[in-house]
């Protein structure tokens, strides 16, 4: 997530991150109306939780577009390790209104549960060919950020391709449920197809909900390398053991995709600045091969 110094390197990918997602943006806009209209005339408990879901997706969509264009615009030295902060900062923000969100959903599902009511073609009319316009769409959008990921790796696009895959079976479902309670509509247990189904979409929320929190904190505290990690430091400080006097330990923290390491050693007085130039450059170039999106600095200390 940090900006990189080299921006003509590097504008390429970010202008097209940046268009995928407002496209996907926009995508999501164009289908919550019609589906909102739905909803308000059909009562639907399965829609009703499939407009959170839509809005809580657009809301996490609207905060990755700000973080690229705050990313585009510049701000090196204004931010030193980058956007990584903010970013998790919304991711949060996001995690807590899918809570809210489904507080709401689940007391209204089980009151519909418990109150079962007949179902409304007028929800099938719109939201039959709405979700298969947006199971479409979002496949196609699921595809191009993955492949978008796979070339140009960031926090961003990991989280938006997983919330395509997420929204596109969600879609399905919804399309399942609609097209079955049109079948069965004459049966009395159909009643109940909508609000179970809403249920089922209340668990795609509460898992991306969850996900958000898990995987936000750790980076907000700042919390220290992988084990694995710091055995990969570790092992290389001891295969150079002849090189510096003194360890004097390791600090480490996240900024979005980019891993910032500190090492701390002490050196002979009588050692030539050269060598401890180069051996530095070396620990820092090895470490930085082993360590996918990590940024290594050697500080000379005396404790």
Wanted: proline share 3%; net charge neutral.
């Amino acid at each position: 997530m940090q900006p990189d110094g080299n921006a003509s390197g590097n504008r390429e990918p970010k202008e097209s991150r940046e268009k995928l997602v407002f496209t996907g943006f926009c995508m999501d806009l164009l289908i919550l109306v019609p589906e909102t209209a739905a909803l308000i005339l059909s009562g639907s408990a399965a829609l009703l939780s499939d407009v959170f879901k839509c809005a809580n997706e657009i809301l996490a969509t609207l905060f990755a577009l700000l973080i690229i264009r705050r990313m585009k615009a510049g701000g090196k030295f204004t931010y030193d390790y980058g956007m990584g902060k903010f970013e998790t900062l919304t991711r949060i923000i996001t995690g807590s209104v899918m809570v809210v969100s489904i507080i709401i959903l689940v007391l209204f599902t089980i009151q519909r549960l418990m109150h079962p009511e007949k179902f409304e073609m007028i929800a099938a009319y719109i939201g039959i060919p709405l979700m298969i316009f947006a199971s479409i769409a979002d496949y196609h959008h699921w595809h191009a950020y993955h492949r978008r990921s796979k070339e140009d790796p960031s926090p961003i696009m990991e989280a938006q391709w997983r919330l395509r895959r997420a929204k596109t079976f969600s879609n399905l479902l919804l399309l399942f449920a609609l097209t079955f309670s049109v079948i069965c509509i004459q049966y009395e247990w159909a009643h109940y197809i909508d609000p179970i189904v809403s249920f089922v979409i209340i668990g795609f929320l509460l898992f991306a909900g969850y996900r958000e929190f898990s995987s936000s904190l750790p980076d907000l505290f700042d919390k220290t390398l992988d084990e694995e990690l710091q055995l990969v430091i570790l092992r290389e400080l001891s295969g150079s053991f002849d090189k510096y006097d003194e360890f004097h330990g390791v600090r480490s923290r996240r900024s979005g995709s980019r891993i910032y390491i500190e090492i701390f050693l002490g050196f002979d007085p009588e050692q030539k600045m050269g060598d401890v130039q180069q051996f530095a450059t070396t620990l820092k170039r090895s470490l930085e091969n082993e360590i996918a999106g990590s940024v290594v600095s050697v500080v000379l200390s005396r404790e």
